[in-house]
């Protein structure tokens, strides 16, 4: 019996472009382990080892670990994902990252969600909030009754700092300028495969199509239909 190859893959997308929804999709659909560089980083951050300790004071200040530390901690984490396949996300983050990665094993894949900017502003800045209460609403599939005010108590909804037109340009700024060398680096070896669009849900089927040629569905319902 021929075994085929172990799929080596990495995601990447800004915040916002739908990476954490085809993420779950793929493992779901594929059964691939998900390692996540953030999701690692906060675990340790929460059971305070020496990294995250670390980590945090990184973190806290919105800037990058160093590729060392980061590079050590995910290698290490992969030894134990020997047999599986696997998809990388939020790591590698930059070009040293992905040339330490390049030494211990052979990535196949490198799926990019291109999304547009404008598209993922509109989306990232759509939440507004009632901050007496913690109401939440989204512009585009909860909208308060009217505009700008809260439904319950008529009172003014606010943005987050975070979700601001401005500091959301800011976010995807810093992701573009960090990336595009590694976006880049991918690219030149030949194994960067973007997925444009402005939809999740239309992306979705042709990352699914793409994947499917690798490996086989293993979700247990509806194993033809890619959602
Ligand atoms: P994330 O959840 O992927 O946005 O990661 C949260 C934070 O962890 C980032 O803002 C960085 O400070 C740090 N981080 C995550 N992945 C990496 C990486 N590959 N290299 C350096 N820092 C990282």
Redesign the pocket.
């Known amino acids: 019996m021929v075994v085929p190859p172990l799929l080596r893959a990495v995601i990447m997308g800004p915040?916002g472009s739908g990476k954490g929804t085809v993420s779950a999709r793929i493992i779901k659909h594929f059964g691939v382990k998900h390692l996540?560089?953030?999701?690692l980083?906060r675990d340790n951050m929460q059971k305070k080892t020496e990294v995250g300790i670390l980590?945090k004071s990184?973190?806290d200040q919105?800037?990058?670990?160093p590729d060392d530390i980061?590079t050590r901690l995910m290698l290490s984490e992969l030894k134990g994902l020997d047999q599986y396949n696997w998809l990388l996300d939020?790591?590698?983050?930059?070009v040293a990252?992905a040339e330490a990665l390049d030494k211990t094993c052979q990535i196949d894949t490198v799926i990019d969600l291109d999304v547009p900017f404008e598209t993922i502003k509109r989306r990232l800045t759509a939440r507004w909030i009632h901050p007496a209460s913690g109401r939440v609403y989204n512009l585009e599939f909860s909208p308060p009754k009217v505009q700008g005010t809260d439904d319950i108590t008529g009172e003014p909804l606010v943005q987050r700092d975070d979700d601001k037109p401005e500091t959301v340009t800011k976010r995807l700024q810093a992701y573009d300028a960090q990336t595009k060398p590694v976006l880049e680096y991918y690219r030149e070896k030949g194994l960067l495969k973007s997925f444009s669009g402005t939809e999740t849900n239309k992306i979705w089927p042709h990352i699914y199509a793409f994947l499917l040629t690798r490996l086989p569905d293993v979700s247990q319902k509806d194993a033809d239909t890619p959602r």
């Open positions: 915040p996540s560089s953030g999701d980083l980590a990184y973190i919105g800037r990058l670990i980061m939020g790591f590698p983050r930059t990252q």
